[in-house]
């Protein structure tokens, strides 16, 4: 019932920064959890970072102090802001919403963290 998109991937170099964008097809209002995965080639889809409607954030210790999340409901838009990037960050970064007992997916979008 919901339709995510994701955008802002690429090649980045280590230490740089990339800010990633989450468009939702609904309002995201009633929406408990949003966040971001990631999946590097031969692992787990992982937590990234995660935010409530109530503005409880959450990350994953390999990326607490680099990486921020931000939800604009008005806008129907969750990003990840991604600082002082390593290479174990290269990924596919996937948007989640989770509502209902439900996991909504986006496609994923491709990040490469290489100089």
């Known amino acids: 019932q919901v339709q995510l998109v994701e955008s802002g991937g690429g090649l980045v170099q280590p230490g740089g920064s990339l800010r990633l964008s989450c468009a939702a097809s609904r309002s995201i209002l009633s929406i408990y959890n949003m966040g971001w995965y990631r999946q590097a080639p031969g692992k787990q889809r992982e937590l990234v970072a995660t935010?409530?409607?109530?503005?409880?954030?959450n990350f994953a210790d390999s990326v607490q102090g680099r990486f921020t999340i931000s939800r604009d409901d008005a806008k129907n838009m969750v990003y990840l802001q991604m600082n002082k990037v390593k290479p174990e960050d290269t990924a596919v970064y996937y948007c989640?919403?989770?509502?209902?007992?439900?996991?909504?997916w986006g496609q994923g979008t491709q990040v490469t963290v290489s100089s």
């Open positions: 989640n919403a989770f509502f209902n007992g439900v996991s909504y």
């Open positions: 935010a409530t409607s109530g503005g409880r954030t």
